[in-house]
Each structure stands twice: as C-alpha cells, then as structure tokens.
C-alpha cells in the first residue's frame, strides 16, 4: 500500500504560484509513475501532469505545459506540482496519484493505483 498525502493548496491571486507537494508512505515511490489531476465538482478529473518513476520523463496536458511544472525527489519519497500563472479555470482540488510503471507514464485515471484525499486551490480574480 501506498500513502499519499497532498499539501500547499490554498487562496491565490489570479497570476500568482503556488507549489503543491505529495508525501508518500508505506512503499518507495522510485517503482511508481507519478501524476496529478485536479477536479472540479461535477465534472470529471482531469490530467494535469505525470512524470516517470525516475523521472527522466514528465507529461503535461497541453493547455498546462507551459505554465505547470512537475517535479520528484525519490530520496524524500515526494513529488510537487509547481504552477504559475495561476487563473481562476484553474481552480480545482488536485489529486497525486501513484501508478505501478517503471517506463511509462500514465495520463488515465483508471491507470493509477493509490491516490491522495486531495488539496482545494482556489485562485481569485
């Protein structure tokens, strides 16, 4: 079992960053893609970003790739989601997500296995 605990949601300007954070616990993440999605109440979750197990490779979706930033450190069990540029489209609770792949990187949600109780960010004009 894998325990992800999502952290540095919160109340941002529109333009502004915020730097999200996934702790995990119970196994090493360094055997696990890792993502994040977001969702927004009554609508589905959404791919935000992925990277590989060891992080030689990240994916984004395409309307994010240029102003979010996936990030892991393996030795310290985390990944972060750095976003900028920050809208109001783009608040949502995100949701770390960890999936049992050594080479790919997985954008479905139906491909992850373990993932975290979420953290709101709410971005105002």
């Known amino acids: 079992q894998v325990q992800l605990v999502e952290s540095g949601g919160g109340l941002v300007q529109a333009g502004g960053s915020l730097r999200l954070s996934c702790a995990a616990s119970?196994?090493?993440?360094?055997?696990?893609?890792m993502g994040w999605f977001r969702q927004v109440s009554g609508k589905e979750r959404e791919f935000v970003a992925a990277?590989?197990?060891?992080?030689?490779?990240?994916y984004y979706a395409d309307s994010l790739k240029a102003r979010f930033t996936i990030s892991r450190d393996n030795a310290k069990n985390t990944v972060d989601l750095r976003m900028n540029i920050l809208n109001p489209e783009d608040t949502a609770v995100y949701y770390c997500?960890?999936?049992?792949?050594?080479?790919?990187?997985?954008?479905?949600?139906?491909?992850?296995?373990?993932w975290g109780q979420g953290t709101q960010v709410t971005v105002s004009l």
């Open positions: 119970g196994r090493t993440l360094s055997n696990y893609a």
């Open positions: 997500a960890a999936a049992a792949r050594l080479f790919t990187i997985p954008t479905r949600v139906r491909e992850y296995d373990y």
């Open positions: 990277i590989s197990a060891t992080g030689g490779n990240t």
